[in-house]
């Protein structure tokens, strides 16, 4: 006998739940007076390079501490304690591609007199897809796009590029090897998203750090205010 098909209409995001859990995230963060900046980017980018070039352009002017998020090790927490100094955590996904706003309080929790930072840096698990769908409660979310991955980027993960607010292109030192067109780029990244901001950078040896140290400390103080 033919049974008929029942269909369900789900009207509630799946997302909600994460989604309130970060809006409160973010109110804490904000009586307390923390900036959480949420960096991603696809595996060998430049993020620890570039928040290490970045920490130690601020730390001498910010309070700040670093939670590094990946499915195994605690190199890259090992690698920004070392170079930089900072306080830094690894936080283990459990095989998870991404990290929520739950899994983001927790990895709070675990640091050394949050009350008394102004900035904790979470550099999200390397993935252009996952990341982008969760809200962990951040501030702003910063993503990393490096000269050898193309200018399509952009329009090839077009969710990455719409929940950003700061797009750094980095290792602009190798753009004569490669097939890459900064105005390309940017017209692509405006595409996805009209607000977004992009600072250039060569986190190998420092150019445009500067710039992108300046921008985080304004957004750090402006929140604090």
Known sequence: MKQDVRIIEIKKSVFAANEKTADDLRKELKDKGVFLLNVMSSPGSGKTTTL????????????IAVMEADIDSDVDA??????????????????????????????????????????????????????????????????????????????????MYQVCDLVVINKIDVLPYFTFDMNKVKENIKMRNPKADIIPVCALNGQGIDVLADYILKMVRNWKE
Request: hydrophobic share 35%.
């Open 78 to 159: 090992k690698t920004i304690a070392e170079k930089t100094g900072v306080q830094s955590i690894q936080l283990h996904t459990g095989g998870m591609c991404h990290l929520d706003a739950e899994m983001t309080s927790q990895g709070l929790n675990g640091l050394d007199n949050l009350d008394d930072l102004d900035l904790v840096i979470l550099e999200n698990v390397g993935n252009l897809v996952c990341p982008a769908e969760f809200d962990t409660g951040a501030v702003t979310s910063m993503t990393i796009l490096s000269v050898p991955e193309g200018d399509d980027k952009p329009l090839k993960y077009p969710l």
């Open 52 to 63: 290490t070039q970045l920490i130690n352009v601020l730390k001498d002017k910010i309070k």
